[in-house]
């Protein structure tokens, strides 16, 4: 019988086609998450301060001015992505619900 097929050798590591394979034995690897918002989520927040902005009669910068201060950062990029949808909840509470919308104070 050859090595070809088995799942698990001797080392621990599945073989296929002569590669190893270590996340398939159970290793652990250690994978490096950034800690704060990726390029997506910066340009949704980007886009939500802009319709915020526009709704508001501001201006981007002001209302992501405002956002930083809330969250205690400096820049809009340095938001912690465990923070992105507490973010985002945020702008569209603070700036784009409506509060004299009837339709919401019908339903109560």
């Not at 709704?55 to 809330?70: F, G, M």
Request: glycine share 6%; aromatic share 10%; with cysteine.
């Amino acid at each position: 019988m050859t090595d070809t097929g088995k799942i698990f050798q001797n080392t621990g590591h599945q073989k296929t086609n002569g590669v190893k394979h270590p996340f398939f034995c159970g290793e652990a690897r250690i994978l490096k998450i950034r800690p704060t918002i990726n390029i997506l989520e910066q340009k949704s927040i980007l886009a939500l301060a802009a319709y915020a902005g526009f709704n508001d009669n501001s201006d981007q910068e002001s209302i992501l001015a405002v956002l930083c201060k809330r969250f205690g950062i400096n820049d809009y990029r340095d938001l912690p992505r465990t923070s992105y949808d507490e973010a985002v909840r945020f702008l569209v509470d603070e700036y784009l619900e409506d509060p004299t919308d009837t339709k919401e104070a019908a339903n109560d």
